[in-house]
């Protein structure tokens, strides 16, 4: 058995200090921060240079750890790591490489094409399902030839599932689209051998089925999944925000846009344990990335997720621009759970 450990709020280490077993055993890691630690060059390695927000670090890595040792790949630009049952991946599109052209903006064409790699790897490597993706875009709220950056991103995300036929088989992933302030579009993405089993939220409307009010092309993800590597079952749950149906609530009340994503989680996770086999999820299970639009609400943010959550709980609070202009703070969550022998 090659199950994966999730670790999440660990300052960088010095990857030299770490013994050489449990350098092999890395799958990769997400660097949130700023840092200039000496990765090993096997390693897939997402930077997401956005500000740490509250007593935390300069940089904090989110780790992905193997029970075995791991290969290394690079393929098409996108460098990977595997086990016998997960593939770690961090690819980068700087859409200032593409040129515009009729009916695909540089975002769109950038987008399409790093899903496109993505999907060519896994079925390459027959790790062929998707199981969550970490988008991050900069000026993600930023008009160019009449639409929003981020609604381009949708397209070419989407033009990319349709291409891979993945649509036609209704398999999509958890995910999560913010913005950065400069840099390429990046994005670090899981995969597996076994399908996930994607979860939907009942207080809300599924975001592929959005109207067209929030553009040309749908948002292509579940709002949460299920994914189970040999003894263990992982929840997975996207991006998540004050949106009820497909409105934006809480429109400029920050406490009110925070306690509306928690119950939003909470709803989430009752979907989720309707079709968990290992023990219920629950709102201390999870690790937690939060993410800001200004930084200056950071303490009356904490301050519900400690009254929500509990003064325990584990979250990384960044500063970053969310896929809605009218939306202050979204959070994301993983857990993991042991199945025993199954």
């Known amino acids: 058995m090659s199950s994966i450990l999730f670790v999440s709020q660990l300052p960088l280490p010095q990857l030299a200090d770490l013994p050489s077993e449990r350098r092999a055993s ?15 060059n096997e390693l897939p390695v997402q930077t997401i240079a956005v500000p740490l927000l509250g007593d935390a670090p300069p940089a904090i890595g989110e780790f992905w750890t193997s029970a ?41 064409s950038a987008a399409e094409d790093a899903f496109r790699r993505i999907f060519a790897l896994l079925d390459k ?8 993706t970490w988008n991050y875009l900069p000026e993600i709220n930023a008009v160019r030839d009449g639409l929003e950056r981020y609604r381009q991103f949708n397209i070419g995300r989407h033009d990319a599932f349709v291409a891979s036929g993945r649509l ?7 995910a999560c689209v913010l913005g950065t302030r400069t840099g390429p579009l990046t994005i670090a993405f899981i995969a597996g051998r076994q399908a996930p089993i994607p979860i939907e939220n009942p207080r809300q409307v599924s975001a592929y089925r959005y109207p067209r009010e929030y553009g040309p092309r749908s948002p292509t993800f579940a709002r949460a999944v299920l994914a189970r590597p040999p003894g263990q079952e992982l929840l997975f749950v996207s991006g998540t925000a004050s949106i009820v149906g497909h409105r934006t609530v809480h429109v400029d009340d920050i406490v009110g846009q925070t306690g509306e994503t928690i119950a939003n989680i909470s709803a989430v996770l009752a979907e989720a344990n309707r079709q968990a086999l290992s023990a219920p999820f629950t709102l201390a299970d999870l690790h937690y990335r939060a993410y800001l639009r200004r930084a200056e609400d950071f303490a009356e943010v904490a301050a519900v997720l400690a009254a929500s ?26 857990a993991s759970h042991s199945m025993g022998s199954c």
């Not at 290969?71 to 630009?77: E, F, L, V």
């Not at 770690?88 to 859409?95: K, L, P, R, T, Y």
């Open 309 to 334: 959550l509990g003064p325990d709980a584990r979250i990384i609070t960044v500063q970053a621009d969310i896929c809605r202009a009218d939306l202050l703070v979204e959070i994301e969550a993983i």
């Open 26 to 40: 890395l799958l990769g890691l997400a660097c949130i921060g700023h840092s200039s630690e000496p990765w090993l």
């Open 68 to 108: 075995g040792a791991c290969r290394s790949g690079m393929a098409d630009g996108i460098r990977f790591r595997v086990n016998d049952n997960v593939l770690f991946g961090v690819v980068e599109a700087d859409d200032a490489d593409y040129p515009a052209q009729a009916g695909a903006s540089p975002v769109q």
């Open 168 to 174: 036609a088989r209704a398999e999509v992933p958890a």
């Open 125 to 132: 490597e027959g790790y062929a399902h998707l199981w969550r």
